[in-house]
């Protein structure tokens, strides 16, 4: 027998592709202006050639010398690359009671929103995962085919394993963008935050240098953020081996105030080296979030 391969349920976040154009449209109407600034061009270094790229750019003294084929890419001060994370380790999988879907779906809305609109208004946009099956990371681009490879990689990734012990893969995915994010670059980072390896804050707050910013989005399931059970429950981790049986109301009031304390703790990390930490739920309007992050994307310090 060949076993059936379960995939995400993704609730009332599919279809994704139109769920965020219509997200996008919706914040910004077509009243957007782009983040960009100044008028200055400089050459910005090498990349490796991909089909589909303007073969105006290739840089023919490469091919003529090395054989190689590169693209020879620019900078401009208006430049404000937009790099996106998602978490997709098994504990985004979680909905819980009273949810629209879980929690790597509305995460992977809000960044489908987020490259929209930056595609829209000419930007670069760059996505890497924390964790995930099928998971691949895509370099910045822009154009007409970036939103779609950031969507199809998004629909392709699948909530799987478990990072509480492996810091590596944390800094594997945010490594590129520490070397190569350019200045001024808008960095959003969608996590639980749950079971996440120790050191992982102090990783992403490394993002802050040469004046980049970084906003982290907390999406929770609603039963994560109330702990609204009842009764004798039982409660196991989808990362690491946590399996507790509990009375819910003796344990509602020591688990929010320990919630309370993680969330402090990672505004304690991240405000000082200028990050910012968005707390959300699945069942809050994404519209809202979207202009949040956006209208937080203030001008690098010089």
Same mark, same amino acid.
């Given at each position: ?38 008028? #200055? ?56 009671? #009273? ?88 960095? @959003? ?32 399931? &609603?039963?994560?953020?109330?702990? &609204? ?10 990362? #690491?081996?946590?399996? @507790? ?28 080296? #200028? ?5 959300? @739920?699945?069942?809050?309007? &994404? ?12 001008? &690098?310090?010089?």
């Amino acid at each position: 027998m060949t076993a059936i391969r379960s995939k995400l349920e993704w609730g009332a976040f599919a279809p994704l592709r139109l769920k965020a154009r219509s997200l996008a449209d919706g914040v910004y109407a077509g009243n957007h202006k782009s983040p960009r600034r100044g008028s #200055g061009v400089e050459f910005g270094g090498h990349r490796a050639y991909t089909p589909g790229d303007d073969l105006r750019y290739i840089d023919r003294h490469a091919l003529m010398r090395h054989g190689t084929l590169l693209i020879r890419e620019f900078e401009t001060e208006t430049d404000r690359d937009l790099w996106l994370f998602v978490d997709a380790t098994k504990s985004m999988s979680y909905a819980g009671p #009273g949810a629209p879907g879980p929690k790597y779906g509305f995460a992977a809305l809000l960044a489908a929103a987020l490259a929209y609109i930056a595609v829209r208004t000419g930007d670069r946009v760059a996505l890497d995962f924390l964790g995930g099956k099928n998971a691949r990371s895509l370099p910045p681009r822009a154009g007409r085919d970036a939103f779609e490879r950031v969507v199809t990689a998004l629909e392709d990734a699948e909530p799987d394993g478990d990072l509480s012990a492996d810091r590596s893969q944390v800094e594997q995915a945010l490594g590129q963008a520490q070397r190569s994010a350019r200045r001024g670059a808008i960095q @959003v980072v969608l996590t639980d935050l749950l079971d996440l390896p120790a050191g992982s804050l102090q990783a992403m707050s490394t993002l802050t240098t040469r004046g980049r910013s970084l906003q982290v989005i907390q999406v929770l399931a &609603p039963a994560e953020r109330d702990f &609204p059970f009842e009764g004798s429950v039982l409660l196991r981790s989808l990362e #690491g081996k946590t399996l @507790v049986e509990t009375d819910a109301a003796h344990a509602r009031q020591k688990y929010l105030a320990a919630l309370a304390a993680a969330q402090a703790d990672a505004e304690r990390e991240l405000l000082p080296r #200028g990050g910012r930490l968005h707390k959300c @739920v699945t069942t809050d309007a &994404p519209e809202q979030l979207v202009r949040k992050i956006l209208s937080q994307t203030a001008e &690098p310090d010089k």
